[in-house]
């Protein structure tokens, strides 16, 4: 790492199950980590992040634990994960592990007990409510669609699961379940472990359990206690020792992530939001096509952006993650090669001129677009084949259905690695568990690093540039021209120096901007000169002295 200081550092996202499967079961692992090891550190990156590895049934990939402390022998063994922690380390990567602490597998040990008698002591370990045999304790949706409530025949009770059926929602009120979670914590602290990724964390604590108006969010999104139990998190785990910590929060807002963030209140590192990805939801609604809508995509970036850095927060900054369409095909032009290797080029550096963490999901950096299925058979996502039933359910065209699913599944990101033009894309030699991207034999990370020109270096390149310019990680930001239909701007100032970022987000040629100075150094483009105006995608970083 180019800093001792946390925030210079930049994050690769692995998704183990799609990343690089070593033993033929086609299902990537931890030695399929190991053995890209080099590559990570090529690209430049200072930790990786692996989405849940533990043991689950797997309803949910992984984020559905049954076992907090062993590892899913389909990825391997905690032997190997020892070695990946090891050959990391001496990579100079550090590794981050994803917690998920609101929610365990109904198939844990906790659970099992918990629902084995109202009796027993592990019941207040979960969120058990009466109701009715036909009515819910309260009519609160889940994530996953469906009532949040799952009723339970032999003891004649709902327990909370606010994801999939087979997620029951952790009861934080109880302080020897919340002793159990940081011994836990501890014990991969003490195993190694250099950070942590806190799945919703911001949904721990539970408010008034009555019927809502909407979903049920207000009754538990950063909920009535969820500072005082991450504060005490915090101090009985990673609290002053060198642990990276982010959490994911679900519609949280700016002044919640400052408390979850500012230094003063030991809490988290950073955190991630998700309002600039909704940007594409016409009226609330994820399943549906339609373009995004540019200005708010900025206005929102924007607002977090200046208010975080005034409130002495701090943001993980992304496009994408295992939850998320590829932005290329989503923010850029995946239809020819030209489009496609300009409009990621661009979304990369108008990115990582940002102020906070930035995160690489795996394929971003070769500008992997979506997987384009065809069929329904071709997605394994528990949201997506819900969503495609309650769709066709509806009476929309299957084809219809299908393209909606071609855009807004979080499938799209969870194809397998395109690695070289081999058959699988290199990814394994067995049977994938989920079918590889069509256009793999072009798009590839072995014809990336063949390229100097390709999308790979542009992110290497943006890597080594936050690593050396203390302005990326410190400078204020400053808006330009949020009502521009084409351009993205903005400034970062720091110790009489400035970074402007001017990024085309058309696929059309633009003058430049009025009132923006554009003096300077280039410090990277996704074009090779200067002309007046500014062509399709075209991207710059320039840099100036102000002295």
Same mark, same amino acid.
């Given at each position: ?81 020892? +070695? ?5 380390? &001496?990579? /100079? ?6 917690? %998920? !602490? #609101?929610?365990? $597998? ?76 940081? +011994? ?5 602290? &003490?195993? /190694? ?6 799945? %919703? !964390? #911001?949904?721990? $604590? ?342």
């Amino acid at each position: 790492m180019a800093s001792n200081d946390w925030r210079k550092s930049v994050v690769y996202q692995i998704y183990p199950k799609s990343f690089n499967d070593t033993s033929g079961s086609g299902q990537g692992d931890i030695r399929g980590v190991i053995e890209k090891l080099d590559y990570i550190r090529f690209l430049g990156a200072d930790y990786i992040w692996l989405t849940p590895i533990y043991e689950s049934p797997m309803y949910d990939n992984g984020y559905d634990i049954s076992n907090y402390y062993e590892v899913n022998p389909q990825f391997g063994t905690k032997d190997d994960l020892r +070695e990946l922690l090891d050959k990391a380390h &001496d990579a /100079g990567i550090r590794v981050m592990m994803d917690i %998920v !602490i #609101n929610h365990t $597998s109904t198939a844990h040990q906790w659970f099992v007990e918990s629902s084995s008698s109202k009796d027993n002591a592990y019941r207040d370990y979960y969120i058990w409510k009466d109701g009715t045999y036909d009515v819910p304790p309260t009519n609160w949706e889940s994530k996953f669609g469906g009532s949040a409530w799952e009723y339970d025949d032999d003891s004649n009770q709902y327990y909370l699961s606010l994801f999939d059926v087979t997620q029951a929602d952790l009861n934080w009120e109880n302080e020897d379940m919340r002793q159990k979670i940081y +011994e836990m914590i501890n014990y991969w602290i &003490d195993f /190694g472990v250099d950070g942590f990724r806190f799945d %919703v !964390i #911001n949904l721990i $604590s539970k408010g008034g359990f009555k019927d809502s108006d909407g979903e049920g969010k207000e009754f538990y999104t950063d909920g009535p206690k969820v500072h005082e139990y991450i504060h005490e998190l915090n101090r009985h785990t990673f609290g002053g020792r060198d642990i990276m910590t982010v959490g994911e929060m679900s519609s949280t807002t700016i002044d919640h992530c400052l408390k979850y963030t500012h230094p003063d209140r030991n809490e988290l590192n950073s955190v991630f939001n998700f309002h600039h990805l909704k940007v594409d939801y016409p009226g609330g609604e994820k399943w549906t096509l339609a373009a995004f809508d540019f200005i708010k995509l900025k206005r929102i970036l924007m607002e977090w952006q200046v208010a975080m850095d005034e409130g002495n927060g701090w943001n993980a900054i992304f496009w994408c993650n295992h939850d998320q369409p590829r932005v290329v095909s989503r923010f850029g032009k995946d239809d020819t090669e030209e489009n496609r290797v300009k409009s990621a080029k661009m979304l990369a550096i108008a990115l990582h001129g940002l102020k906070g963490t930035p995160y690489i999901y795996q394929g971003e950096e070769i500008g992997m677009p979506n997987p384009k299925y065809e069929r329904i058979d071709q997605y394994k996502d528990v949201e997506s084949l819900n969503a495609f039933d309650t769709m066709r359910e509806k009476g929309l065209d299957a084809r219809m259905v299908l393209d909606i699913l071609g855009a807004k599944s979080r499938d799209n990101s969870r194809s397998p690695m395109q690695w070289d033009s081999s058959r699988y894309g290199g990814f394994t030699e067995g049977e994938p568990w989920i079918s590889v991207g069509k256009d793999y034999e072009k798009i590839n990370a072995a014809q990336a690093l063949e390229d100097k020109n390709s999308v790979f270096y542009t992110y290497k390149k943006l890597i080594e540039l936050r690593h050396h310019y203390d302005i990326l990680t410190y400078g204020d930001v400053k808006p330009y021209l949020l009502d521009d239909d084409h351009l993205f701007v903005y400034e970062r100032n720091y110790s009489e120096e400035t970074i402007t970022v001017i990024a085309n987000f058309r696929d059309v040629k633009v003058p430049y901007p009025q009132g923006v100075n554009t003096e300077g150094e280039v410090l990277i483009s996704n074009y090779d000169d200067k002309v007046a105006g500014l062509r399709p995608f075209e991207t710059m970083m320039l840099y100036r002295q102000n002295r």
